[in-house]
């Protein structure tokens, strides 16, 4: 897609008792980048590790690597196999991180990043199972339980299993924007886009027996982000009452109606402004806000940053 870069080194890092799925999805993902990341996996003391399931891992590389990666990833281990305090191994591995890396936790891993002190102050998530345990354990950590990833500076928690997907995409669309984390998207079959802050558990993800389904209407509203839709007509495309359709749109998407437009107005803003030389005025009519200062005011609640430096850095790392 590109020409000739210099990949990002990035170490996933296997503790014993891993999950064998969420171990393999930096390489998955981040793999599929055209060449952006280069993904080595190692153990705390370089050893082979038991898996959850009916195999081990032997992987290549020790600690050593932790020192050059630019991005670490700690993969997550059942709940009964998170440590109450961490192995000297584990602790010395930690400490090799250099202070600039992006350090980035699968599920139950938080639980290891906050043991080693690194979530102090910070916001943060983990699997809504074990988000109890983990309040009464590391108090001085924000927990939000109830979205799918949390990005606090240099550091980044996701939920359970899946989220380790999203969370590997929105670092390749950080890094490189949404078309090349489309791209990854495409290549792996997954769905390129979920905002960090969508739930974790979603009551009713597949309609009732003989329920009708928002999925059309959500297709529908993707073709029409530019007109100003209510909730109202969505309901009435959807041929249902106001209460039932945002009953039912929550149940499915895990969002209301209305948080969930937005969040899909900022996407299309975002590749917009990644993709072409429209004036900010032009993409918030083009996207369905009222006001280039409405544009401003949602994008910058929704990753911290304006339009204009936005754009600047992707047209800096295009």
Known sequence: MRGTVTPE???????????????????RILGAADGRYEVLTCTADGRPVRTNADFGVTVDHGPEILETADTVIVASVPSDRIPTVLPDEVAAALARIRPDARIVSICTAAFV???????DGRRATTHWHVADLFRRRFPRVE???DVLFVE???????AGAAAGVDVCLHIVRSDHGSDLANFVARCCVVPPFREGGQAQYIERPVPESGAASTAATRAWVLERLADPLTLTDL??????SLRTFARRFS????LSPGRWLIQQRVARARHLLESSDLPVDRIAAEVGFATGASLRQHLHASIGVSPQTYRRTFQKSG
């Open 9 to 27: 080194r990035v170490a996933v890092l296997a503790l014993d008792g891993v999950y064998p799925f969420e171990l393999g999805i930096p390489s």
């Open 113 to 119: 990043l906050a043991e080693a002190g690194l979530l």
């Open 143 to 145: 927990l939000d339980p």
């Open 152 to 158: 606090d500076g240099r550091i980044l928690t996701s």
């Open 235 to 240: 309901a009435q495309h959807a041929r249902m």
């Open 251 to 254: 149940d499915e998407v895990g």
